[in-house]
């Protein structure tokens, strides 16, 4: 949907009115219903699985249409909408403690050296090679002189991006959370400071996971404006729409919301130059992408709809539906919060939804098999949650074949 699955002429404003999460729901009771008639499958059981926003329609699509399904998975499925989420930075904040408290500090402090650097305009001939080394080590398009406060916040949003994506994703990508936090905190560059520390950590997180665009001879723009010129660009190829970023910045803007705002307490978490991160300062990107009518009131009114359209965010809405969430997961605590009553009452009925945790993983952890014990070994493990997924369905769908069956590994 947002990169391969798409539009082949352009992505302007008229071509994604269509990227909407009904119009996605009505497309899958399509395919459905096709497949079960084309194949004559209309008295087989039939279940919808997805991950992230994948396994938030599959949940969705339960809700809206339980005569075409008969039970739904959703993993990792961000379930509860608003205009922002608050718990984000403070979440992902958390986990970066967990880890290690001293590349937490370590990080908070380099990023009040940048603070200062920046904030005092000191970027003279005397900082000028720490003010370059900083714009060459990340990448950026523009100089670190003069900047004014909306491109400083730019400039440690892009900082506070990397370390969030890493944290959401930990364990499923090149790099982990305990990997930069060795860089950071490792005793060999103890006489570094902290912002060589930090730079130093996000150079790894760029090159692991491949984050950074100067791997492609691009750069990372610093400025209202290129950044505007970046997403408002409509053509197949590029690179805003090529990665899918004009379109999750759509249906965020247009219905989705969630936007990771911080109200200014840098206590919960260790980026500083994004102390005040307001909802306007996510609306005025919605605009400059997309344009009129895309304001902070129409964007507000949007999310609203949304919710009256599909109801409540609690997961105990609807039957038969599993949904799956690591515990590292930035999203967890938000999820469960208007979720207590189901974990309560899950065992008391037949049809009643499930959550499960997966223990030690992050945001999509729980999708993928675990790795094989043993380095020779080819079949990887089927993890706790999967197996518990699998027995579930088997009740639900009344496949005595899954129930009790407890696969250990799959070639």
């Known amino acids: 949907m947002f990169c391969w699955s798409r539009n082949r002429s352009n992505f302007t404003v008229e071509t994604l009115r269509f990227l909407t999460v009904s119009q996605a729901l009505e497309d899958i009771a ?121 491109e400083r916040r730019l400039f440690f949003g892009t900082i506070a991006k990397d370390f969030t994506f890493l944290t959401e994703y930990n364990g499923l990508l090149n790099a982990t959370v305990k990997n930069i936090c060795d860089v950071i905190a490792h005793p060999n560059i103890a006489a570094w400071s902290p912002l060589d520390k930090l730079l130093a950590g996000d150079i790894v997180i ?78 005025d990107f919605c605009y400059c992408a997309f344009g009129h009518p895309l304001t902070s009131p129409f964007i507000k009114q949007r999310i609203d709809a949304f919710t009256r359209t599909f109801g409540p965010s609690s997961l105990s809405i609807g039957t038969k539906i599993i949904y799956s969430i690591g515990e590292d997961d930035p999203r967890l605590q938000r999820e469960l919060r208007s979720t207590e009553k189901l974990a309560s009452k899950c065992s008391k009925h037949v049809d009643e939804n499930r959550i499960f945790i997966a223990k030690g993983s992050a945001h999509c952890g729980e999708v993928f098999l675990k790795p094989a014990t043993k380095r020779r070994m080819k079949p990887r493990r089927v993890s706790v949650v999967q197996e518990r997924i699998v027995e579930q369905l088997g009740r639900w769908l009344h496949l005595s074949a899954l129930v009790g069956n407890k696969t250990k590994s799959i070639d």
């Not at 000028?128 to 080590?137: A, D, S, T, V, Y």
């Not at 665009?213 to 950044?227: A, F, H, M, N």
């Not at 965020?252 to 500083?272: A, I, R, V, Y």
């Open 206 to 283: 760029s090159k692991e996971l491949f984050m950074s665009k100067v791997r492609s001879g691009e750069c990372l723009p610093t400025k209202k404006q290129d950044i505007c010129e970046y997403l408002s660009n409509v053509t197949i190829k590029h690179n805003a729409v090529a990665t899918g970023k004009r379109q999750r910045l759509w249906q965020s803007c247009s219905e989705l919301g969630s936007f990771p705002t911080s109200n200014g307490d840098s206590k919960q978490h260790p980026f500083g130059g994004v102390d005040v991160l307001p909802f306007s300062y996510f609306a």
């Open 30 to 150: 399509v395919f459905v219903a096709f497949i079960r008639k084309r194949f004559k499958l209309e008295k087989n059981k039939l279940f919808v699985f997805g991950a992230s926003y994948g396994g938030t329609l599959a949940a969705l699509f339960r809700r809206k249409y339980p005569h075409l399904t008969d039970a739904a998975v959703a993993m990792s499925a961000p379930m509860k909408r608003d205009y922002e989420n608050k718990d984000f930075l403070p979440s992902i904040g958390k986990k970066l403690k967990k880890t290690d408290i001293m590349c937490y500090k370590q990080i908070e402090l380099g990023l009040r050296q940048a603070t200062r650097l920046l904030e005092n305009h000191i970027c003279n001939k005397r900082e000028l090679p720490l003010c370059n080394k900083i714009r060459e080590n990340l990448g950026l398009c523009s100089s670190l002189k003069g900047m004014t406060p909306l």
